[in-house]
């Protein structure tokens, strides 16, 4: 692992990939140097053999993310907004051949509630706070807010949050639909693990591949999306994780993959 990074930190373990934003003392606020560094580490993390599975959290407890740096925002002019940025970075993420894992504590307003929702899971205690306040800026959700979370939660739902700028709890968030586990404060690492062991047991090919066929296959019609997960079951089968995995099953005992 690199260790140079300055804003976030990071930490292979066991497969897991442990990126924390690291700026407590500014609630975490994702300025121009950490989105830098969380790109730098998604690509160190994707290109790294025994990375499995990617957990990324918030260093303390009071924030996950609490939005973008309000003081760089206001010096940006138009064609700044143009360059992929944040929503690039953010695609990144969902486009990531890893599970990827939003461990949310604390605020996760604008850019981190944006965040959260480009990992594949999302876990939240009590105390985590989501929502999307950027008209109260005079700005829109512009890292994937008005995609991502209309397609979690509905379109009415989507626009109450937006609009109003309600801020949303860990609970409601379960309850609606944008987070996968709600837990309380002191069973969140538990869960972590929990989930991300769960993952590190599935053959890692197919892992990407259903990845992929669902992040493809939902805005497209049903008829071609069909069609790519046929596809990607063909590329499955072709696989020695393939025969691993169903010779496993019939002898009864834990398949040892090995992303072939």
Not at 109 to 121: K, N, R
Not at 136 to 146: E, S
Not at 192 to 214: D, F, H, N, S, Y
Request: glycine letters at 8%.
């Amino acid at each position: 692992m690199r260790t140079e990074y300055k804003s976030v930190k990071v930490e292979l373990e066991d497969g897991i990939f442990w990126l924390t934003l690291n700026r407590p003392e500014a609630r975490n606020a994702l300025d121009a140097n950490m989105l830098y560094e969380i790109d730098a580490a998604i690509q160190e993390a994707e290109a790294h053999k025994d990375v499995k599975v990617i957990v990324i959290q918030g260093a303390g407890e009071k924030s996950f993310a609490a939005g973008a740096d309000i003081r760089q925002l206001n010096e940006r002019d138009p064609l700044e907004a143009l360059v992929p940025g944040m929503q690039g970075v953010y695609s990144k993420i969902e486009s990531c051949t890893k599970v990827t894992i939003a461990a949310v504590r604390g605020f996760a307003l604008g850019g981190g509630c944006e965040l959260a929702m480009a990992c594949d899971i999302r876990l939240a205690t009590k105390n985590a706070k989501f929502g999307l306040p950027e008209l109260n800026l005079g700005i829109v959700p512009a890292a994937g807010g008005t995609q991502r979370l209309s397609r979690m939660v509905g379109k009415g739902r989507a626009l109450d949050m937006i609009l109003t700028g309600k801020i949303i709890d860990g609970e409601e968030a379960e309850r609606i639909g944008l987070v996968s586990y709600f837990v309380e404060e002191e069973a969140l690492q538990e869960k972590i693990q929990e989930v991300a062991e769960q993952t590190l047991k599935k053959g890692p090919v197919a892992v990407m591949l259903a990845k992929r066929a669902v992040h493809k296959g939902y805005d497209i019609d049903t008829d071609t999306a069909l069609w790519m997960e046929k596809l990607s079951q063909a590329v499955a089968f072709g696989t020695e994780d393939k025969h691993e995995g169903t010779l496993a099953f019939l002898e009864k005992r834990q398949a040892e993959f090995r992303n072939r």
